[in-house]
T-cell receptor, first 116, second 113 residues
Framework: NAGVTQTPKFRILKIGQSMTLQCTQD?????MYWYRQDPGMGLKLIYY???????DKGEVPNGYNVSRSTTEDFPLRLELAAPSQTSVYFC???????????????FGSGTQLSVL | DQQVKQNSPSLSVQEGRISILNCDYT??????FLWYKKYPAEGPTFLIS?????DKNEDGRFTVFLNKSAKHLSLHIVPSQPGDSAVYFC????????????FGTGTRLTIIP
């Protein structure tokens, strides 16, 4: 079982560059999420999606964009990278309990991003 | 404003003893709580959860206790094993089914053989 797959695992960007973090899941989960984790901090929600074609902002969406054209894929786009976006990024998914997300997230292994 | 707080950044416990990890929250709307475990270079994995209608939930060596009046929950691991060494995150949400989880900052647990 692949679960949630994120690519790349590591990336160094220069200030002002753009990139897309890829995320795909093979569990047919409706819900998908992007979190970032800064050193000594908890995970902060960037964007989430409740299904294909539907996305919404989380706690820290500025500087990011997402799209959800299929159930499987939920890429995260960074435009004009800034040093403040240096972080570890986690993609996650969860299944529908019938009344919303179960809260039991399945995470990818993360992308370590440095903006210099 | 940190709505979910894990005030102990680290904890060391002897193998075989009980590990107790604590979590406090400030938002009285939170009614569903989860614990996640994270190994280095991996994503967090779900461990155990509890609804506010309960004060205890048990799964093997792991038990979560919820004290709603104190806005406090704890994770007990008995007996502690070397494989339990990891970072543990507490998370909370308002209304089961809500997509948004609020995470604590984590506690690094080290089990000493």
């Amino acid at each position: 079982n692949a679960g949630v797959t994120q690519t790349p695992k590591f990336r160094i960007l220069k200030i002002g560059q753009s990139m897309t973090l890829q995320c795909t899941q093979d569990m047919n989960h409706n819900y998908m999420y992007w979190y970032r984790q800064d050193p000594g901090m908890g995970l902060k929600l960037i964007y989430y999606s409740v299904g294909a074609g539907i996305t919404d902002k989380g706690e820290v969406p500025n500087g990011y964009n997402v799209s959800r054209s299929t159930t499987e894929d939920f890429p995260l786009r960074l435009e004009l990278a800034a040093p403040s976006q240096t972080s570890v990024y986690f993609c996650a998914s969860s299944y529908d309990s019938g009344g919303g997300s179960t809260g039991k997230l399945f995470f990818g292994s993360g992308t370590q991003l440095s903006v210099l | 404003d940190q709505q979910v707080k894990q005030n102990s950044p680290s904890l060391s416990v002897q193998e075989g003893r009980i590990s107790i990890l604590n979590c406090d929250y400030t938002n009285s709307m939170f009614d569903y709580f989860l614990w996640y475990k994270k190994y280095p270079a991996e994503g967090p994995t779900f461990l155990i959860s509890i609804s506010s209608i309960k004060d205890k939930n048990e799964d093997g060596r792991f038990t979560v206790f919820l004290n709603k009046s104190a806005k406090h929950l704890s994770l007990h691991i008995v007996p502690s094993q070397p494989g339990d060494s990891a970072v543990y995150f507490c998370a909370a949400t308002a209304n089961f089914g809500n997509e948004k989880l609020t995470f604590g900052t984590g506690t690094r647990l080290t089990i000493i053989p």
